[in-house]
């Protein structure tokens, strides 16, 4: 009888150890998803500030992309010089036609305008760092207080209630 009595205890602590397993088991899988679904009170994104939030999507060197220019001054080589007959006679026995005869004109033959030269400006890496943060956010990182509810106030009554019956 000792013997039957002793294997029933026994099937019974196993049981509830087993039960004790089972419970704590489910528990620790539930615990990572009840954590990752909390939604934050605290009304601010999780941020930490990098190399990132020290980077403009606009260049700040306040300059343009422009191409270099060698510019432009005019030498003897853009211009040309035509003579136009202006006496209005006929070259004969009697008119030779002499230098009078002609008006020298210089006409601009380049087709350039005359221009300083200029250095141009390829947008860098550089052109788009800062000092100062560019991401707009403030550094945070969620603490508790952040997925408590201020307003959740729990009641008197249901406290009284639990340590009664506790």
Same mark, same amino acid.
């Given at each position: ?17 087993? !039960? ?25 994104? +999780? ?28 030498? +003897?080589? !853009? ?11 006929? +070259? ?8 009078? !005869? ?7 033959? &380049?087709?350039? +305008? ?12 550089? &052109? ?33 209630? &639990?340590?009664?019956?506790?």
């Amino acid at each position: 009888m000792k013997k039957t009595n002793k294997k029933r205890s026994w099937k019974q602590i196993v049981s509830i150890l087993s !039960c004790i397993v089972v419970f704590c088991t489910t528990y620790a899988l539930i615990l990572p998803a009840v954590t990752m679904s909390k939604e934050t009170y605290c009304g601010k994104e +999780e941020h930490t500030h990098t190399e990132n939030c020290y980077v403009s999507e606009t260049p700040l060197c306040g300059k343009e992309e422009a191409e270099a220019s060698e510019g432009h001054v005019h030498d +003897e080589t !853009c211009y040309e010089e035509v003579r136009n007959l202006i006496c209005g006679l006929e +070259e004969s026995e009697t008119h030779v036609h002499t230098d009078e !005869c002609y008006e020298t004109t210089t006409t601009q033959t &380049c087709g350039k +305008e005359e221009s300083e030269p200029t250095e141009g400006h390829t947008h860098s890496d550089e &052109c788009y760092k800062s000092e100062e943060l560019q991401c707009g956010k403030e550094e945070h990182e969620h603490e508790h207080e952040c997925y408590s509810n201020k307003e959740d106030v729990e009641d008197p009554k249901t406290l009284v209630l &639990c340590q009664e019956n506790g």
